[in-house]
């Protein structure tokens, strides 16, 4: 079983950064690729990025390319999400998912572990 919590979550100005981290215990994710994703009000879930568990794929959303990075640091059995630039529309709940696969998923289906997520809240 494998536990995910988010952090790093909060209210920022535009044109700010967070970083977002996604601790896993439980068992290591080495083998797992993870992503990020996020929920505004009113709307369904989203994919912002992910992270194959070699660190070696990447993909982003179009609207976070250029402006998010995502990153991971497997001796800490972490990821993170560092986000530049931010927007009042990037704001919405943050949750980061794990699958075991080197496969780099988008959809939310995709992915069997969940974290309880963190707010990010961005003013104009």
């Known amino acids: 079983q494998v536990r995910l919590v988010e952090s790093g979550g909060g209210l920022v100005q535009a044109g700010g950064s967070l970083r977002l981290s996604c601790a896993a215990s439980?068992?290591?994710?080495?083998?797992?690729?993870v992503g990020w994703f996020r929920q505004a009000p009113g709307k369904e879930r989203e994919f912002v990025a992910v992270i194959s568990w070699s660190g070696g794929k990447l993909d982003y959303a179009d609207s976070v390319k250029g402006r998010f990075t995502i990153s991971r640091d497997n001796a800490k059995n972490t990821v993170y999400l560092q986000m530049n630039s931010l927007k009042p529309e990037d704001t919405a709940v943050y949750y980061c998912?794990?699958?075991?696969?080197?496969?780099?998923?988008?959809?939310?289906?995709?992915?069997?572990?969940w974290g309880q997520g963190t707010q990010v809240t961005v003013s104009s």
């Open positions: 998912a794990a699958e075991r696969s080197n496969t780099v998923y988008q959809d939310v289906t995709d992915y069997g572990y």
């Open positions: 439980g068992r290591t994710i080495n083998y797992y690729a």
